[in-house]
């Protein structure tokens, strides 16, 4: 089946760092890519998504590319704040497997400080 | 407008009781989930529904019952509730079938602690 595989927290920064958290998955088909935040004590929110080889998703200040050949989509930020402090999930939607329903990887842990 | 909403926030109850959690969301989206979180973070789906049926149902025990009465609508009954079903538990809604490139959108949860 579909897997996701993510870098293991906790990940503890100062502001203005450069973040990555990697992220490797394992697909049937082609899968769509994305990143979801989560807030202390909120739901998870899209950060940013791909859905083709290739693509970048960005949205605030964060990136990931849709690397194909290396099964890789890991996110980025040149400068973090301490307002990026969260966990952060990667996951794949694959129609090809499994009813379709989306793989979450386990989810990092990123707190910066001041 | 909350787009994806579920109630209560916070439910403290015994152990074998039977308690109830409701899910609404109002962005027209056709399929809708449950999602249980543990402590360390962890992330299962355990069932979906588009337009009503279910598609989804993943190896939980039978005393979670999930009903949809409408499309907009997707609620989670627990009978018989033990300790180890303490967690977060979190709707969400995609507008398309799973599988496809639209996001899921998550409400912002339900503590469900059982004592």
């Known amino acids: 089946g579909d897997s996701v595989t993510q870098m293991e927290g906790p990940v503890t920064l100062s502001e203005e760092a450069f973040l990555t958290i990697n992220c490797t998955y394992t697909?049937?088909?082609?899968?769509?890519l994305f990143w979801y935040v989560q807030y202390p004590g909120e739901g998870l929110q899209l950060l940013l998504k791909?859905?083709?080889?290739?693509d970048k998703g960005s949205n605030k200040g964060f990136e990931a590319t849709y690397r194909k050949e290396t099964t890789s989509f890991h996110l980025e930020k040149g400068s973090v704040q301490v307002s990026d402090s969260a966990v952060y999930f990667c996951?794949?939607?694959?129609?090809?497997?499994?009813?379709?329903?989306?793989?979450f990887g386990d989810g990092t842990t990123l707190t910066v400080k001041p | 407008d909350t787009a994806v909403s579920q109630t209560p926030k916070y439910l403290v109850t015994q152990m074998g009781n039977d308690k109830s959690i409701k899910c609404e969301q109002n962005?027209?989206?056709?399929?809708m989930y449950w999602y249980k979180q543990d402590s360390k973070k962890f992330l299962k789906i355990m069932f979906s529904?588009?337009?009503?049926?279910?598609?989804i149902n993943e190896t939980v025990p039978n005393r979670f019952s999930p009903k949809s009465p409408d499309k907009a609508h997707l609620n989670l009954h627990i009978n018989s509730l033990e300790l180890g079903d303490s967690a977060v538990y979190f709707c969400?809604?995609?507008?398309?079938?799973?599988?496809?490139?639209?996001?899921?959108?998550f409400g912002n949860g339900t503590r469900l602690t059982v004592t």
């Open positions: 969400a809604s995609s507008q398309e079938w799973p599988g496809h490139s639209s996001p899921l959108h």
């Open positions: 697909a049937t088909g082609y899968p769509s």
């Open positions: 791909a859905t083709k080889a290739d």
């Open positions: 996951a794949l939607s694959d129609a090809a497997s499994d009813a379709g329903k989306s793989t």
């Open positions: 962005l027209g989206h056709d399929t």
């Open positions: 529904y588009n337009n009503k049926e279910l598609i």
